[in-house]
Nanobody
Framework: VQLQACGGGLVQAGGSLRLSCAAS????????TAWFRQGPGKERDFVAAIRRSGGRTYYADSVKGRFTISNDNAKNTWYLQMNSLRPEDTAVYYC????????????????WGQGTLVTVSS
């Protein structure tokens, strides 16, 4: 399974971006698919996750109410709609797949995309 993330870019504070992650290969219906991010000099942190079966979503407190994760299982693709962006959202965003539990733990995911850079200017 290979994951390809895209959609990053430069945006002003308060703006919006939508990230996409397309998977090639089989993603099981039991899997979680997720987004993590790594800011400059920081750990890679959980942002959001969605269950392929049922569509239940999970968010980090820092992005609740601003970011929305969604998926299109027919296309093997999931998205992260990011609104009201802040400078502190600046990071490389990574998509991930393969977890079935403990949605916020990096080690729970088997597959990772290459990352896409989001820069939010103040």
């Amino acid at each position: 399974v290979q994951l390809q993330a895209c959609g990053g870019g430069l945006v002003q504070a308060g703006g919006s971006l939508r990230l996409s992650c397309a998977a090639s290969g089989r993603i099981f219906s039991s899997y979680l698919t997720a987004w993590f991010r790594q800011g400059p000099g920081k750990e890679r942190d959980f942002v959001a996750a969605i269950r392929r079966s049922g569509g239940r979503t999970y968010y980090a407190d820092s992005v609740k109410g601003r970011f929305t994760i969604s998926n299109d299982n027919a296309k093997n693709t999931w998205y992260l709609q990011m609104n009201s962006l802040r400078p502190e959202d600046t990071a490389v965003y990574y998509c991930a797949a393969g977890g079935v539990s403990d949605y916020s733990r990096r080690s729970n995911y088997n597959y990772w995309g290459q990352g896409t850079l989001v820069t939010v200017s103040s």
